[in-house]
């Protein structure tokens, strides 16, 4: 891969993690120039990656102009195995009945709640948990973040999906994957979800409030 590629890609990562992006901010996080910036979103443009947004007005200096990825650049950020993964649910759907896809979930659940728990069972912190896992899930590709409310909530961001089509096929997954976390903390803090890329968000997020 050669540098423009490699700066490209980076510049997209930045787009995806963090929503719509000026060229400035993009220069200042990735350490390029205005111009070596301009001429990334100009090819990734050209390639139908990105899109830019009507100016925004800024309380001094000209207006900005964010950039956005569009359907094509969301695309790149793999879904794993998504098309097989949804042919199987609407096979077992047909075949064997919803039953016995709620099944398949719940077993689901309970193996990835098990697996968490785990490895979150050694860490005691409400941060120190929420940290293993964005840890976990970022090993799984969604792309997670933790961030410390001034409330003293945490926000657990997950900026990616990697199964996102199998969960337009069968929203079960989401609601087991709420039901994970949910348990996950259970008797430590509440979990409920504020941001959901179904529901049309660019990112699922989850507002954790420590039990007092």
């Known amino acids: ?40 979103l100009e090819q990734l443009s050209e390639k139908e990656l990105i899109t830019a947004l009507p100016e925004e007005s800024q309380a001094r200096g000209r207006p900005v102009k964010p950039w956005k990825l569009t359907e094509k650049g969301h695309a790149r950020f793999p879904d794993a195995h998504a098309q097989i993964t949804s042919d199987l649910i609407r096979s077992v759907r047909e075949v064997l009945g919803e039953p016995a896809l709620e099944k398949i979930i719940e077993k689901r659940t309970t193996e990835t709640y098990e697996q968490y728990q785990l490895s979150m069972e050694k860490h005691h912190s409400l941060l120190d948990k929420a940290e293993e896992l964005v840890r976990l899930r970022s090993s799984e590709g969604y792309m997670a973040e933790v961030i410390e409310e001034d409330d003293g909530d945490l926000l657990f961001l997950e900026h990616h999906c990697p199964i996102c089509i199998a969960a337009k ?16 903390f259970t008797g430590v803090a509440s979990v409920t979800r504020v941001d959901h890329i179904l529901q049309g968000a660019r990112r699922c997020s989850y507002r954790i409030s420590k039990i007092i």
């Open 1 to 40: 891969m050669n540098e423009s590629n490699t700066s490209q890609d980076k510049i997209l990562y930045q787009i995806k993690r963090l929503g719509p992006l000026s060229v400035k901010s993009l220069a200042e996080n990735l350490d390029i120039s205005t111009m070596g910036i301009r001429q990334h």
């Open 169 to 184: 096929t069968c929203q079960g997954f989401c609601q087991s994957e709420l039901e994970v976390f949910q348990k996950l």
